[in-house]
């Protein structure tokens, strides 16, 4: 016997409650019809918002959805959540992460909906909404707005790897003024989210890696016809997915989460993804910790040779094979059984891919860079981890001693780094505390603290870096994150003071703040956790139930999926 669609707990209701369900409906110009049972409902969870411009065109790429979803007998509701805009939300987008994976928990769990298409794009809008519909684990499947044109700016190719590098010219006046605002409008020529492997596109990576998206979704630019081909076809396929029940869960195995390890290895993926990750293995029930990352992705070498961990663009990967084609090439490491939202296994979908361009995508053999991926470091700096990006780093600071010059937070920084008097050579240690989940509410972006003025004159391009907080993924440098437990509820990094040596020795995954056990002690006794200055409102509910860096900052309430049954109606 045919299952009965969820959505008929609404709308297959009869006397007053049905006509509730039904009548508002109508004033879309909805026929009764749509409502009897035979079409699944297919809510259209779009991040679509002007303030979050990566997905801006979103409303476009709905409609696609739209005309697939009615081709294959669906019944498509479109539905806005919270969107997250990377470069306009203060203080962090990361801090609302989890409120907007609420949202679209909630949406999901309380709308008559059979199956749902999640619509994401700018860094966070991807984990949020995969969280939340993991919590709710109906049949879900990812699509991604794309990633932009890469922009063209004097003559060169350059994305959001390269605001960092123009930040550095700008601060020593190799840049003018006049050519920085130029260079802004050359980067962000298109439509999509930014060009290079930066979160966003590691974001729509893993998706595609972990089966929750259709093959290609990752790299089709956003400005390509092909990105609406795609809308179009994911419409049509979750119709199918509702029909076989192929939810969530059945796609999110532990083999599945290995695999995106992996992946994000060979792409030299953002470290934002081990927060991502290990959020969205908890809300679905699998078993990941922050060891996992390290072993998985220890036998990965750099294939895709796309900034910032390489030299080119998520646009050029898409035109050399795309994702099929890297995961391809590392395909003897990947689990290739798992089924994947267009019902076919890994294996079978990247079964025939090609590399067209061996300058973007390297081999097992041959790889873009021998080492990648994301190392896992412990010691008594970081007891519950921290962890660094090799192939963002320089090799030659990889094992490195140095005496810390440390930065009490975010504004000590800005006030004292381009200090003359600053006592900082290319050997010292930048320490900066109180950045993490509780600490700046959100853990922002601000790892890879730029250089002293002074070095950079002298053509120092990186020092070793250590903090509680985060790094953009499209980030680069010698830069420690993620240091578990923060320093603002007493980690170990709160401890340290300028002039203490640390040494870092990446190779052995180890992290040392070198004073004697007993100062250490010393130290702690007399330790003070950071006042924490916000009382009221969500910020409230973050501080309160915001988990630490290893357990990927969700709140502990969240953890764990509670189904998509809805026990009680309003009316
Ligand atoms: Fe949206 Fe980079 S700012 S993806």
Redesign the pocket.
């Known amino acids: 016997m045919k299952k009965k669609l969820r959505s008929q707990e609404w709308y297959g209701r009869t006397g007053k409650d049905g006509f509730i369900y039904r009548s508002w409906m109508k004033n879309q110009g909805l026929p009764h019809h749509l409502f009897e049972g035979e079409k699944p409902v297919i809510g259209i969870c779009n991040t679509y918002s002007e303030l979050?411009?990566?997905?801006a065109h979103f409303r476009d790429l709905a409609e696609a959805v739209k005309r697939g979803v009615w081709e294959a007998g669906g019944f498509p509701l479109e539905f806005p959540v919270m969107s997250l805009?990377?470069?306009s939300i203060k203080p962090t987008a990361m801090l609302f992460r989890n409120l907007a994976s609420m949202d679209v928990e909630e949406s999901i769990r309380a709308n008559p909906m059979d199956g749902v298409i999640l619509m994401c794009?700018?860094?966070k809008?991807t984990p949020s909404l995969v969280m939340g519909a993991a919590s709710v684990d109906l049949p879900s499947l990812v699509l991604s707005g794309g990633p932009m044109l890469v922009g063209r700016f004097k003559g060169k190719k350059i994305g959001?790897s390269d605001v960092w590098r123009f930040a550095e010219d700008f601060k020593t006046g190799k840049l003018s003024q006049e050519d920085f605002i130029e260079a802004e409008a050359a980067m962000s020529r298109s439509v999509?989210?930014?060009a290079p492997m930066?979160?966003?596109?590691t974001m729509a990576a893993m998706v595609e890696s972990l089966g929750l998206a259709l093959p290609d979704n990752a790299t089709i630019p956003a400005a390509d016809s092909r990105r609406k081909v795609m809308a179009h076809l994911a419409g049509m396929r979750i119709v199918e997915m509702v029909k076989e029940d192929l939810k969530m869960s059945k796609i999110l195995s532990r083999q599945a989460f290995e695999n995106a390890i992996m992946v994000n290895a060979a792409i030299g993926g953002s470290t934002n993804f081990i927060l991502h990750l290990t959020a969205i293995a908890k809300r679905i029930g699998v078993d990941l910790d922050l060891t996992d990352f390290d072993h998985f992705s220890a036998k990965i070498p750099l294939i895709a040779n796309v900034q910032p961990s390489g030299e080119h663009w998520v646009e050029d990967l898409f035109y050399a094979g795309g994702m099929p084609a890297v995961m391809k090439e590392i395909q003897k490491h990947l689990n290739r059984d798992c089924i994947t939202v267009n019902g076919k296994t890994l294996g079978e979908n990247i079964a025939n891919a090609e590399c067209y361009d061996r300058n973007l995508i390297g081999t097992l053999e041959k790889p873009i860079k021998p080492e990648s991926g994301i190392a896992v470091l412990k010691g008594n700096l970081c007891p519950n981890g921290a962890v660094i990006k090799p192939s963002a780093a320089s090799p030659h600071l990889l094992t490195h001693t140095g005496k810390a010059i440390v930065f009490e937070d975010i504004d000590d920084y800005k006030a004292k780094i381009d200090n003359e008097a600053l006592e900082v050579d290319e050997n010292s240690v930048l320490v900066m505390k109180n950045v993490g989940p509780k600490g700046y509410p959100g853990m922002p972006e601000v790892g890879n603290m730029g250089l002293p003025k002074k070095l950079l004159d002298k053509g120092i391009k990186d020092m070793v870096r250590i903090s509680d907080g985060r790094m953009?993924?499209?980030g680069y440098g010698t830069v420690v994150l993620h240091v578990s437990p923060e320093s603002a509820i007493g980690g170990p990094l709160a401890l340290v003071k300028n002039g203490d040596m640390i040494k870092l020795d990446v190779p052995n995954r180890s992290l040392e703040l070198l004073i004697s056990e007993e100062e250490m002690e010393k130290r702690n006794s007399s330790f003070k956790p950071l006042s924490l200055p916000y009382e009221r409102g969500y910020v409230n509910l973050f501080l309160d139930k915001v988990n630490q860096a290893h357990d990927g900052v969700d709140f502990d309430f969240l953890q764990g999926s509670s189904g998509s049954e809805v026990k009680r109606d309003s009316h």
């Open positions: 979050t411009p990566c997905n805009g990377e470069c794009g700018c860094d809008t959001t999509g989210h930014c930066g979160t966003a596109s953009s993924g499209t």
